[in-house]
C-alpha cells in the first residue's frame, strides 16, 4: 500500500496568493519507526511541531490552501535538503558532505530529537534513508512547488508562509538580550526570500492580534525558505516560528487551557494575511 506523504487542504475557491505549508506537524509515527528507535512515546514527539497545522486550518476559509506533512519530523525532516544526510548515521555517507546542521545530528533523515537525544542505537541502511526521501520529501516538495506555481499564475505572486513552533527555551537568549520574550519569530533570510513590504505584511497581522514579534533572531529560515524564497521570479518565502508554550504542554505533547483561544488569535492572523493577494494594488509587484 502507497503511504502519504501529505495533505493539501484547498479552498472551494482560491482568493488569494498565499500559500500555508506545515512541513514538522506530521504525526504518523509508523510501527516500524517506533520499533526502530531507542526513545518512548513522547520523547520522539519532542521536535514535532505539534499542533500547528490547527492553528493555520482556517487558510481554507479564507481562500488559501494549506499543505501539512503526514510524515513525523523524527522521521524526515522536509526543512533540509535531500543531499544533507548523517555519515553518523547512514551507511555509506561520506563525512566531506557535514555541515553543522548534519555535524549536530539534524539531517534530512535526523539522528536525534529536541537535547541531543539519539533516535536510533545504531545507523540506518542508505537504502531505507532513500527510500524516506523518495516517498515523502520529494512528493510534499513537488506539491509545495506546484501549489506556488499554481498561485503565481492565478496571482502573479506567490507568498509561502512555512509554518513552525519552538521550544519557549529557544527564546531564552533573545529575551536576556532585548529585555523581552517574543511569542513570533519572522524568518526571512534577512530579507533575502522575500520583498520588504510582504515581511512587513506578515508582521503586522501578528502584532495587530497581540503577538510581539521579531525577525530573523535566533531563526532566519532553513531550507524551505532559502529554496522557495525567490522575490525576483515573483515567489515569496516567510518561516514563522511560534512559541509553543503559548498554546500546548511541551513536556505531555497536548494542548494546554489557552488552546482555543490562541487559536481564535491564530484565525485572525490567517485572516489578515490572506489580504496580502486580495488587495487590489499588489504588494512587491514584479
Known sequence: MTQAAYRLFEPEKRTSCVVFASPHSGRSYFDSFKSASILDELTIRSSEDAFVDH???SAQAFGAPLLTALAPRAYLDLNRSPEELDPALIEGVSRSRQNPRVASGLGVIPRVVANG??????????NEAMR???????????RLQGVLDESRQMFGKAVLIDCHSMPREALDGVAQSSGQRPHIVLGD??????HSEIVDHVESAFADAGFD???????????VTQTYG????????IQVEIDR?????????????????????MRQVVAKL????????????E
Open 55 to 57: 492553528l493555520f486550518d
Open 117 to 126: 537525544r539519539s533516535i536510533y542505537r545504531g545507523k540506518l541502511p542508505h
Open 132 to 142: 524516506r526521501i523518495s516517498t515523502f520529501w520529494r512528493p510534499y516538495h513537488a
Open 189 to 194: 533570510r534577512f530579507g533575502a526570500a522575500a
Open 213 to 223: 514579534v521579531v525577525r530573523n533572531t535566533p531563526f532566519a529560515g532553513a531550507y
Open 230 to 237: 525567490r522575490p525576483a521570479r515573483g515567489q515569496h518565502a
Open 245 to 265: 508554550s503559548l498554546y500546548m504542554d511541551e513536556h505531555l505533547v497536548r494542548p494546554n487551557a489557552n488552546f482555543d483561544q490562541f487559536r481564535g488569535q
Open 274 to 285: 490572506t489580504d496580502i493577494g486580495k488587495q487590489k494594488q499588489s504588494l512587491a509587484a
